[in-house]
């Protein structure tokens, strides 16, 4: 019995080991002891490099599971934490993190191989340390573990990254995981058994006309040290094919002001609203442009499902611009593009970035889409007939001017 089990045992332990060895699994501690990063990934790195017989060539590995964390931290005097796994013959891979009040992301990733290490790379012409770096991960709800079975590829010069069965949470507090969030490429997608033809005549998502009714219009207002830096009111709706998991069906949904939980803070530069709910975080960050303007810049959404959440985000709107001092007020419906898959549509808004005297908006400036140019028709057209009337009148009198003159010279 002895002897049977003893093989059995063995394969389970090398397929075990097989299997461990290619993912690391580490944790990063502050000076209390208290983990503040937790990452489990697995890496597999192709690096192209420049051979000694001037041709290029390609070599892959994957990071091991002894790897040392030398480097890393839990960030301090306004550093941002940062993970770096060491291995082999001096390669490294590092990633650092930041945070807002909401949410976290990855910012660089940089891959370091050193072309000395004669294993890897036997016949290198260029020899030492070369770094490449990307960008990987975000954005993160706090207080959440990011989770995807699924790969992901992360391309930088010269390095192709296969990352995959990723569990990762920075920002972490006292040491405890959050809640798992998966990414969505791990979430159920539809069957595979879709007739092709629908999937192809769906290749241009556009948002449905939706049956609701408008949203109610919400206030909201920020205030740091100074007193009130931001003010809003506006109705929201958001509008996504998120929700239908991969089946690109367009769903629009209004944003309770009263559910919501309200928060945000201000800099010298920017004022950023936080929204959320059990299942919605929606976080508006305006802007200064040229010291004497706002805009707004930002916008992130998170859709929380369960266990499951997705994030949007779009750093590069320019929407809602007014002068410092003014605040920016449009009644007609707006669509703020946040990704491919969601759009939120906003409703009669007034907002104002600094200047906020006695929490009350600044003198409006309305937006283009306000003045609306169907109630000039008329006027437009009125003003015609006038004219027209005139120029007859003008036309007769002359006329008759110039008949009468006409009499008196026979
Ligand atoms: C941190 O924890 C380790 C083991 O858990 C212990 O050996 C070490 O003394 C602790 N350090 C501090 C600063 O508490
Ligand atoms: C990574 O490489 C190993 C072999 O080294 C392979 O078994 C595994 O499937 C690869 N993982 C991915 C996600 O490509
Ligand atoms: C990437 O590879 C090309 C060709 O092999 C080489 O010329 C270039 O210097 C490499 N870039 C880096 C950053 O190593
Ligand atoms: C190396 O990989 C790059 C990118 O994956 C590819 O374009 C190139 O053809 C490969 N080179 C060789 C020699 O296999
Ligand atoms: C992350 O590292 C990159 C490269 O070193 C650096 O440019 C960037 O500012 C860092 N991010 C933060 C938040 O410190
Ligand atoms: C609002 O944000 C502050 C600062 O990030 C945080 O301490 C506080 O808990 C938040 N309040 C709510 C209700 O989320
Ligand atoms: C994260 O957790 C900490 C402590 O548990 C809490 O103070 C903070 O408000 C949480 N942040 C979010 C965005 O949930
Ligand atoms: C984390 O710490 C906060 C206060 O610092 C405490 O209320 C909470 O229960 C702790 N959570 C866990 C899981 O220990
Ligand atoms: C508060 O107002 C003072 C004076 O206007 C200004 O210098 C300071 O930067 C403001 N603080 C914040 C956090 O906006
Ligand atoms: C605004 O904040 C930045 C850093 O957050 C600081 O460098 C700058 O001096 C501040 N500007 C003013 C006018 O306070
Ligand atoms: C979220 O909150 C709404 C009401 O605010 C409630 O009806 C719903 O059951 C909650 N959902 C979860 C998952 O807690
Ligand atoms: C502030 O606003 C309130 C009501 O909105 C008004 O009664 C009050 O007179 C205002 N105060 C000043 C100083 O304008």
Not at 102 to 114: C, E, V
Not at 170 to 187: H, I, R
Not at 217 to 238: E, F, K, R
Request: proline content about 4%; charged content about 15%.
């Amino acid at each position: 019995m002895e002897r049977c089990a003893c093989p059995a045992a063995l394969l389970l332990l090398s397929l075990a080991v097989l299997m461990g060895a290619m993912a690391f699994d580490v944790e990063i501690k502050d000076d209390k002891n208290a983990t503040c990063i937790y990452a489990k990934l697995s890496v597999n790195v192709t690096v192209q490099y420049e051979t000694n017989t001037s041709s290029t060539k390609n070599v892959t590995f994957s990071v091991p599971s002894e790897v040392t964390t030398n480097g890393s931290s839990c960030g301090s005097n306004g550093k941002a934490p940062i993970l770096v796994i060491n291995f082999g013959n001096g390669h490294s891979w590092s990633l650092n993190f930041t945070r807002n009040d909401s949410m976290y992301s990855g910012g660089a990733l940089i891959f370091t191989y050193n072309t000395n290490d004669s294993t890897l790379f036997p016949d290198a012409l260029k020899e030492g340390l070369i770094s490449s770096t990307a960008a990987f991960l975000g954005p993160i709800p706090l207080n959440s573990t990011y989770k995807c079975i699924s790969s992901e590829v992360v391309v930088s010069e010269n390095v192709t990254q296969i990352i995959s069965d990723v569990k990762l949470e920075a920002f972490m507090q006292n040491g405890t995981l959050g809640k798992e969030v998966s990414c969505d490429a791990d979430k159920p997608s539809p069957t595979p058994t879709t007739n092709p033809s629908t999937t192809a005549s769906t290749t241009t998502p556009t948002p449905t006309s939706k049956p609701l009714d408008n949203p109610t219009t919400g206030n909201y207002s920020v205030s740091d040290v100074n007193g009130t830096c931001l003010l809003a009111s506006m109705g929201l709706q958001i509008n996504t094919s998120l929700l239908s998991e991969g089946k690109n069906i367009w769903t629009a949904f209004n944003i309770d002001p009263t559910a919501m939980s309200k928060n945000g803070t201000c800099s010298n530069q920017t004022g950023t609203l936080i929204l959320t709910d059990n299942s919605t975080v929606i976080e508006f960050t305006l802007a200064l442009k040229n010291k004497n303007h706002f805009y707004l810049k930002e916008v992130n959404v998170a859709l929380i499902n369960g266990s499951a959440s997705s994030t949007r985000q779009n750093q590069n709107l320019s929407a809602w611009e007014a002068s410092v001092g003014s605040s920016y007020m449009c009644h007609k419906e707006q669509q703020i593009k946040v990704s491919e898959d969601l759009v939120i549509n906003s409703f009669d808004v007034r907002v104002q970035l600094f200047g906020v005297k006695n929490e009350t908006f600044a003198t409006a400036e309305e937006c283009l889409a306000d003045s609306d140019l169907s109630f000039l028709i008329p006027i437009a057209v009125g003003a015609v007939l006038v004219f027209l009337i005139i120029l007859v009148l003008v036309s007769y009198l002359i006329g008759r001017r110039k008949s009468r003159t006409g009499y008196q010279s026979v």
